[in-house]
């Protein structure tokens, strides 16, 4: 080979590696203002336990920095209104633009959130966090991310409980809940004595009623022997049912009864669990117990209520009072927690 044609080759080498560090030194530059990511559509909202297994389809579209980017997608929902305050995250990941579930899921993830068998409003976003480095400590670093939110998107979201038994009849909109699905059913329901009222299956379509002691497919009406509230259970592969009066209230010095029966009863919320009252009490003292005798009863304090604990001392004035009873039985060993607000 001769001279000029190695110095040739050699020039051509040089040329051929400098071309290749202009490319290695390509940069990618991000947009002023990174568009981002959007929610396109959203699926239809009425949950129903008869297409639990159906795929629901949440449509959006990625973030766009300027460049190709990995990130990762939240898929977030709150109480409308709510600005993403206490919000659930209904999917996390980096898929972007199609994000599915089956009914089934998306309805477990709500009931941890939102009422069952009502109607939510719900706010929808989207949420990316983009790394573009790691391990400076600038913007865009695993420790300071870029984080881009699409417009707030809101629906209607109706979610389904758990298999329940609807009281139809009882002059109140309630209802008793299987927790496992095993036909056996039990809840807390205020019913009044003059309004007989049968069971019915809102998935099966079936209507059950009373024979004698015993449950019977379109049986007679269940009556109460006195108004208020009642521990009622039903077993609809078994056919039998229990109501057994569940009545706690207030009783003490503090109270217009004193200590006397009966006690002033309160009502029970079943989305929160709570017993409530708001009552006039005078300086005295008050405790919780339950359908007017001492075999269940709680004292102590706010945070820690036994049984037979002590009197609670209360000053005169009108009362917002909630009960969570946190150990219901065996007799003897209840216990819960309450709060006590003036209004």
Not at 197 to 223: C, E, H, Q, R
Request: proline share 4%; glycine share 10%; aromatic share 10%.
């Amino acid at each position: 080979m001769n001279k000029k044609l190695i110095i040739y080759l050699t020039i051509i080498g040089l040329i051929g590696l400098l071309s290749g560090c202009e490319n290695d030194e390509t940069r990618v530059v991000m947009l002023a203002s990174p568009i981002a990511p959007t929610i396109k559509t959203l699926p239809d909202l009425t949950l129903q336990r008869a297409n639990a297994t159906n795929t629901l389809e949440f449509v959006g579209t990625a973030v766009d920095p300027g460049f190709r980017a990995s990130a990762i997608y939240f898929l977030e929902a709150c109480a409308t209104g709510n600005n993403f305050e206490n919000s659930i995250t209904l999917f996390s990941g980096v898929q972007d633009t199609l994000i599915k579930f089956t009914v089934s899921d998306l309805n477990g993830i709500f009931l941890k959130k939102f009422p069952a068998d009502r109607v939510s409003s719900v706010d929808f976003r989207i949420r990316s966090v983009l790394v573009v480095d790691a391990g400076t400590g600038a913007p865009g670093t695993g420790t300071k991310p870029f984080v881009y939110s699409s417009a707030t998107t809101s629906a209607n979201v109706t979610i389904y409980g758990l298999p329940r038994l609807d009281l139809i009849g009882s002059g109140v909109a309630q209802k008793i809940e299987s927790a496992l699905g095993d036909g056996k059913y039990t809840g807390f329901v205020k019913l009044d004595k003059t309004k007989a009222f049968t069971l019915k299956d809102p998935d099966a379509n079936i209507v059950y009623g009373a024979n004698g002691a015993a449950l019977k497919v379109n049986g007679a009406g269940i009556s109460a022997g006195a108004n208020g509230w009642y521990k009622f259970n039903a077993d609809t592969k078994a056919l039998t049912y229990s109501i057994d009066p569940y009545m706690i209230g207030l009783i003490g010095s503090a109270t217009p009864n004193g200590w006397n029966t009966p006690d002033q009863k309160m009502d029970y919320d079943a989305q929160t669990g709570t017993w409530n009252i708001t009552i006039d009490l005078i300086a005295g003292d008050i405790k919780f117990r339950l359908n007017d005798a001492w075999a269940w009863n709680l004292g102590g304090t706010t945070g820690n209520l036994v049984h037979n604990g002590a009197n609670i001392p209360v000053t005169a004035g009108n009362y917002t009072i909630s009960l969570t009873i946190t150990v219901p039985a065996p007799i003897g060993s209840e216990a819960g927690t309450f709060t006590i607000v003036k209004n």
